[in-house]
């Protein structure tokens, strides 16, 4: 059924919608309605897409001064700059050393917690479950400033640690809820089955529970993995001076560089998004993505 | 009996490592913030108690000033994420033409940008002199008209627009889903029509997921930091800037616990209404 297709024809729908319908009475057509639809939709994809094509432009602008509505030259110069920069091959490797970091300790630490969540009867569950949605419930900029002023004091301030930390928290949430529903969604009749045939909790978890959770947990890390990559606000607090993450890296070149070496960065920055989107779009269902947040488990 | 206790403690062991570092790393710090807010003097000092740090964040009009143009912010942020997102997630719900499956896949798109890429990104297009103006000026000759959009809070609320459309409609898309298509048929049957259909069945069968994804986009917004650190004017600024710069700028470390307890406080309803609904709609 497509809205599209129902229209206000009923007796008592056109009482209630009388003083809206004399505006909107050209809605009724179905063809014109369709049209309206269609062009807020792309006005939509415009306002999402056009900013993108705008980084994308700049930086492959060698020169590009305002009147024009193209760059007036087009060029890689700024690209070789930018490769050669010895801050920005630093902080890359940074952070491709915290985001493994980071996913791994997440995994390690919140699909035990979360199979437990699932089967385990546990005094207090609901209230424990919870409690991992804590770090979600208040501004996570509040929380990062809560740390960084602990830190100070622990002398964590512009250490790896510090950085790691803050990543975790953001990454723990999400990953104990994306499991926890994981979990919950396998039927337990397959593992009571296994143990029928004589294998233990060990070995029926290993065999059968983990394999079939191994897509949501998968989705789990992806997630994590780039929220590490991307997180620019606590390792800005936390990391500065001496741990500069790329994307707090982003926070000098947009002051400090021409607007093609920013650019560029961007792009850079995006490209691990891009991969996740275009080979992991398939197992990237939304009811993961909602989970996050604790949302339709 | 004793399986039972068995089992409870090996559920218990399984969850402590993240149940640990979940106290140490965030209840914690939290309840240390609020003890360090209230005491004045540096720890090799002698410390006594003290509402000073609150009485520097509340009697400061500038700060005040930054708190309520920051609730300003979320408020407006959220309400136009809400009005952009509703008919959007219904549009993909109940349309399966070909348009729509290409909308259902563009729209995800922010959720993959950085939030300080998409700021940088929306910069290059607004900015004085940018690409939009350019357009302006080249085709429909009113470049010279074109308002300044960054710098103050228009760029903050359209980067806000920007990165929340595609949550708020993934959130209210997973409850929108788990309305069977049966259901409306059935109502359908009997004779209502679709804005009946939509007061009665759509819209209270969505309400949690949409204060879910509304007091989210809230919090978020109101506490945001990378966006109105890039875009946004000097005065009045992000209550979050704000407390950076009393944190790294200043060094003022209790004022800035002080401030985050502040945050805590601002969000603490909607935090409630959050936690309320999660516990609502869960069936466990």
Redesign the interface.
Known sequence: ????E?E???H??RM??SRLSRYTWFLSYPGIKKAV??I??IA??L??????V??V??AFAGEWY????FPQQLSIKWWIWVFQNTDISRSFILSFTIAPIVTLATI???V??A???A?????GK?A?L??????????????H??????F??LNLVGTLLGVV?IH??GG?VYM?WIATGTF?GISPTLEEAARDAGANRWQTFFRITLPLALPGIIVGSLFVF?NSL?E??GS??VG?PNVITL?VL??SL?TDYH?PV??IF?LI??LP??V??LFA?HI?R??Y??AG????? | MKLAQKERLQGILLILPALIFVIALIFFPMVWAIVQSFLKGEYWQEQTWSLDNYRQVFFDSGIMTNLVYSIGIACLTSVIVFVCSYPLSIYLRFSKDWFSQIVARLYMTPLFVPGIIATYAMVTLMADHGVLQGVLNHYFQIGDHFPRMIHNWKGVILVGVWKNVTFMTIILSSSLQEIEDSFIDSARDMGANWWQIFCRVIFPLSLSGAVIALAFIFMGSFAQFSTPFIIDGNFPRMFAVEMRYTFSIYNETQKSAAMAVTMFLVSMFVAALYIRYLVKGRKV
């Open positions: 059924m497509k809205p599209t129902v206000h024809t009923d008592e729908g209630r919608t639809i269609r807020a939709l939509l994809l306002y999402i897409f056009i900013p993108l705008c980084i432009l700049w305002y009147p024009s509505v390690v630490l919140c035990p917690a199979y437990a969540f089967r385990f009867d546990i005094p609901r424990l919870l409690s991992f949605l804590i770090p979600r419930a208040f501004p996570a900029f509040g929380m400033m809560v740390l960084a002023v602990i100070y004091y930390i975790l928290i723990l104990v919950q780039l991307d620019s606000e800005f607090l500065v994307p982003m926070y947009i607007r920013a650019s961007s920055l995006l998004n891009i996740v989107l779009s990237m939304s009811e993505i909602a947040f604790g949302k339709g488990l």
